[in-house]
């Protein structure tokens, strides 16, 4: 059946739901949407076939991942109409005088950071998760990630408060500036702080006559080093103005704010679209989605690798080499395909707008039937690194049945000598593969558990049809002779209702 419909008169996505609401989604087989030339009319094609239940359209269901294919027509997302937006040499100019790392190199080609860690260390504003040589630590990490920068000098400095218009006390500022002026290299002062006001900026420049930068900032510069996609990107842009609008204050540059994330937000709207109708089909075709979650460079995609042998999922010792959202595919011990989902590290004292931006990106994760919780267990900050995840994840639409399992990661380089309260998280080592197999079979039990699976024994016939439909549909995770009888087979399956069904089905139909 084809419908032919004005761009204008309703929105094809809706259409198409509007649609499956009329003769049942178990009607609705195939929906496509092609653009017809430069034509404004749309050609819905439906397939009103009923679901089959042979192995074949089962199989197909699978492997593809789709039982719903909508693509949104060009003339709602064209790429270079989007590239557009990102390309603003106005913009530019802009981003330029309010200085983000990453963005801006170094005149002589690398530019000296002195590295500052306010802490309090004492009152009620006292962290007591972590303690300032370990966020020190992160912070020169941070900046050792951009390669036009280089850490040349780095303190944790002692404050009553972070809110003061110059952070530090006079006296503090004053040595601090005689320290920068004497090493002669340095250009840029990083106070590692989420994101300084812009009257703390301006103080602290007046005094140590160079530039400051705040955490906000040197991650930005960080993901503009690893965007990729065109998505990603946009995400990037979008992050950027809340930072940009605490750096500027002419009534033009705000305008050309408001319009640059008026358009940005509207394109990613567009997208979220799209990403929406693809994970719908991702759960219609019934194959379960694992979420790899965790702090940044504790270990998500090696794991994901040492899983599936997806050599696409390449591991990097470097913070944020994730920015986009990746599927790989994999099967559990039982034979259950499973789909493993990539995702963006988390950090600390990153403000949630930032995290907000990259929102749509997480909510494949969100969707997804089990989460994985990666914990880098060598890491002196375990605890608070563990904290600071499970804190984003509570600020998620996560749906509170959704099983978290966490791993402590890297037992690999744990020393003897080193005790780790691992707090509850199962030990791993995805580079040496020790307790992987632990892990799996955890993951194997929520799978089954939150999928309505069952692992059923059939006795068989060697060499029969029902094996072929067996490990053509289900995928088989064991298969051995039976010790009675050597002219049968055992087979081990995880099974759900749906396919036992069409097993029976297809019993009856071959007779």
């Known amino acids: 059946m084809v419908f032919t419909i004005l761009k204008t008169s309703m929105n094809v996505t809706r259409f198409v739901k509007h649609v499956a609401s009329v003769v049942g989604n178990k009607y609705l087989h195939m929906c496509q949407v092609r653009n017809i030339g430069k034509n404004?009319?749309?050609?819905?094609?439906?397939?009103?076939?009923?679901?089959?239940?042979?192995?074949?359209?089962?199989?197909?269901?699978k492997k593809k991942h789709l039982s719903l294919v909508a693509e949104v027509p060009d003339s709602e997302?064209?790429?270079?109409?989007?590239?557009?937006?990102?390309?603003?040499?106005?913009?530019?100019?802009?981003?330029?005088?309010?200085?983000?790392?990453?963005?801006?190199?170094?005149?002589?080609?690398?530019?000296?950071?002195?590295?500052?860690?306010?802490?309090?260390?004492w009152g009620p504003r006292k962290r007591l998760d972590t303690n300032g040589e370990l966020l020190l630590d992160e912070a020169a990490a941070l900046i050792s990630t951009l390669p036009m920068y280089k850490v040349v000098a780095k303190e944790v400095v002692h404050v009553k408060s972070t809110e003061t218009k110059g952070v530090f006390g006079t006296g503090t500022l004053e040595r601090l500036a005689s320290e920068i002026r004497s090493l002669g290299s340095c250009s840029t002062?990083?106070?590692?702080?989420?994101?300084?006001?812009?009257?703390?900026?301006?103080?602290?420049?007046?005094?140590?006559?160079?530039?400051?930068?705040?955490?906000?900032?040197?991650?930005?510069?960080?993901?503009?080093?690893?965007?990729?996609?065109?998505?990603?990107?946009?995400?990037?842009?979008?992050a950027e103005i809340p930072y940009m609008r605490s750096r500027v204050h002419g009534e033009r540059e705000k305008n050309m704010l408001k319009e640059?994330?008026?358009?940005?937000?509207?394109?990613?709207n567009k997208l979220k679209g799209k990403r929406e109708i693809l994970r719908r089909g991702r759960i219609n075709s019934s194959i379960p989605s694992v979420a790899i979650l965790g702090y940044t460079n504790a270990g998500k995609t090696s794991l994901i690798r040492a899983i599936t042998g997806d050599k696409r999922a390449e591991g990097k010792d470097q913070l944020f080499a994730t920015l986009d959202v990746t599927a790989h595919g994999g099967h559990l011990p039982c034979g259950v395909e499973v789909v493993f989902i990539d995702t963006v590290g988390f950090i600390q004292d990153i403000p949630t707008s930032l995290i907000a931006s990259f929102?749509?990106?997480?909510?494949?994760?969100?969707?997804?039937?089990?989460?994985?919780?990666?914990?880098?267990?060598?890491?002196?900050?375990?605890?608070?690194?563990?904290?600071t995840v499970e804190k984003t994840l509570s600020s998620l639409p996560l749906d509170a049945k959704t099983p978290v399992?966490?791993?402590?990661?890297?037992?690999?380089?744990?020393?003897?000598?080193?005790?780790?309260?691992?707090?509850?998280?199962?030990?791993?080592?995805?580079?040496?593969?020790?307790?992987?197999?632990?892990?799996?079979?955890?993951l194997e039990q929520e799978i089954l558990r939150v999928t309505n699976r069952h692992i059923r024994i059939f006795k068989l016939p060697s060499g029969c049809e029902n094996i072929r439909w067996l490990r053509k549909v289900t995928g088989i995770s064991k298969e051995e002779v039976?010790?009675?009888?050597s002219q049968n087979m055992l087979i081990t399956v995880a099974i759900s209702e749906q396919e036992l069904a069409a097993y029976r089905r297809f019993i009856k139909d071959s007779g």
């Open 482 to 485: 039976d010790p009675e009888d």
């Open 189 to 238: 002062v990083f106070v590692s702080l989420d994101i300084l006001k812009s009257k703390q900026v301006q103080e602290l420049e007046s005094i140590f006559r160079v530039r400051v930068i705040d955490r906000y900032s040197v991650v930005l510069g960080i993901f503009h080093l690893h965007a990729q996609t065109l998505e990603a990107r946009m995400q990037l842009a979008l």
């Open 359 to 387: 929102r749509a990106t997480l909510e494949d994760a969100i969707c997804a039937d089990v989460v994985i919780h990666v914990r880098d267990a060598s890491h002196p900050d375990y605890r608070a690194q563990g904290q």
């Open 77 to 121: 997302w064209n790429e270079n109409e989007e590239e557009n937006i990102l390309e603003d040499p106005e913009y530019d100019l802009l981003t330029s005088s309010a200085f983000v790392p990453g963005k801006i190199k170094g005149q002589d080609g690398v530019s000296g950071v002195m590295v500052l860690q306010p802490w309090v260390k």
């Open 40 to 61: 404004p009319l749309h050609a819905v094609h439906i397939d009103l076939r009923q679901f089959g239940t042979t192995p074949s359209l089962l199989k197909k269901k």
């Open 405 to 442: 399992i966490a791993v402590g990661n890297k037992m690999d380089i744990v020393t003897p000598d080193k005790k780790v309260d691992l707090e509850g998280a199962l030990p791993l080592s995805s580079l040496t593969g020790h307790g992987l197999q632990e892990v799996l079979m955890v």
């Open 260 to 268: 640059r994330e008026k358009k940005l937000s509207g394109s990613l």
